[in-house]
């Protein structure tokens, strides 16, 4: 078995991640995140399963909007899948997601990506 590389650890929530921390267990949702309801269900359904943490895509306002009650009823930390609308990345750090998945290569304006990083 190859030998694990030096990492710096880093949290999500309060799951380790890097570093010596145990291999983290991510997997993400199929349905759409703003069907509040089927989303929660699906995220603890997850977390049951044995996910540590668990990513929504929020390619829409609406998705946003709903991730405060996701958070609210999640076990595991909830990372923010964002493609193409900086805005998406910013209105999740809002609503307090513990992590966000940035592809910088679907945002191509570098001022929209430094305003996400500086959030």
């Known amino acids: 078995m190859t030998p ?7 949290f999500v929530g309060r799951v380790p991640l890097g570093g010596d921390a145990p291999v983290v267990l991510q ?3 199929s349905g759409y995140t703003y069907e509040i309801d089927k989303c929660i269900a699906e995220v603890q359904k997850l ?9 929504v895509a ?3 306002k609406r998705d946003t909007e709903a991730l405060p009650h996701i958070l609210a009823a999640s076990p595991v930390p909830i990372v923010a899948d964002v493609h193409f609308h900086f805005q998406r990345a910013l209105e999740a750090i809002e609503a307090g997601v513990h992590k966000i ?9 570098r001022q929209q ?3 996400v990083i500086a959030a």
């Open 58 to 60: 929020v390619p829409e």
């Open 47 to 55: 977390a049951r399963a044995g996910a540590d943490v668990v990513r």
């Open 27 to 29: 997997t993400m949702t």
């Open 101 to 109: 998945r940035l592809n910088p290569g679907n945002i191509k304006d």
């Open 113 to 115: 990506v430094r305003k």
């Open 4 to 10: 694990r590389r030096k990492t710096r650890q880093m």
